[in-house]
């Protein structure tokens, strides 16, 4: 049962900025939103986390709504490596990681 | 190693031959996980382990397949009498502590081609 929905593709330019939307409108209030990527023939990496306020580090910020029901990824500077698939997820503190089909994000030179 | 190994990274065999993929998980990683994917698929869930407690099975799809972590360190996953099913790539995880504020680090995965 996925928890969060995402658009299955976006495309967006190199240099400018990639945000990537995801709705999790039943998310309940211990849960974490999780963003993994994956780039091709690879293990998923890491990339950022957070329960309600605003996040940013090194790779990326992420911006939670309010009400926590929706979020955003934001890539300040998209580079041709950042072509890989993003997946959100939500999960409490004892849950293990459900990964969806996240969306297919397409730098574009 | 610097992160987590896995090997083989591919593996071909025929249906119906057992097959052993190993992890090396990062040291000092106490919670360890496999997932496969199968072609153009997302990732699924299929056992978990923490520490010296008992495995979380949950999402092993059939009795053919086995896991087991040695010592809390390495693991193997097993897939008895593998079938052209089982075809997708066997991805292992591990991370300090499972939990709010986990952070999983995957190896780079077993593909495994069953003819």
């Known amino acids: 049962d996925a928890k969060t929905t995402q658009p299955p593709s976006m495309d967006c330019a190199e240099g400018r900025a990639a945000n990537l939307p995801c709705n999790h409108s039943t998310i309940s209030g211990n849960e974490y939103v999780y963003w993994y990527r994956q780039i091709h023939s690879q293990g998923p990496q890491y990339i950022i986390h957070g329960l309600k306020n605003n996040e940013t580090n090194e790779m990326a910020s992420l911006i939670i709504t309010e009400d926590r029901k929706s979020s955003t990824l934001i890539l300040p500077h998209a580079t041709l490596r950042d072509t890989a698939v993003y997946y959100c997820?939500?999960?409490?503190?004892?849950?293990?990681?459900?990964f969806g089909k996240g969306t297919h994000l397409i730098i574009q030179p | 190693g610097a992160g987590v190994s896995q090997s083989p990274s591919n593996k071909v065999t025929e249906k119906g031959k057992d097959v052993e993929l190993r992890c090396d998980p990062i040291?000092?990683?106490?919670?360890l996980y496999w997932y496969r994917q199968s072609l153009g698929q997302g990732l699924e869930f299929l056992i978990y382990f923490q520490g010296n407690s008992a495995p979380d099975k949950s999402g092993l799809p059939s009795d053919r397949f086995s896991a087991e972590r040695t010592g809390g360190s390495v693991s193997t996953l097993t897939i008895q009498r593998t079938q052209q099913e089982d075809s997708a790539v066997y991805l292992c995880?591990?991370?300090?502590?499972?939990?709010?504020?986990?952070?999983?680090?995957f190896g780079s995965g077993t593909q495994l081609s069953v003819l």
């Open positions: 040291s000092g990683h106490t919670a």
């Open positions: 995880a591990s991370s300090k502590n499972r939990g709010r504020n986990e952070k999983l680090f």
């Open positions: 997820i939500v999960r409490g503190g004892a849950d293990g990681l459900t």
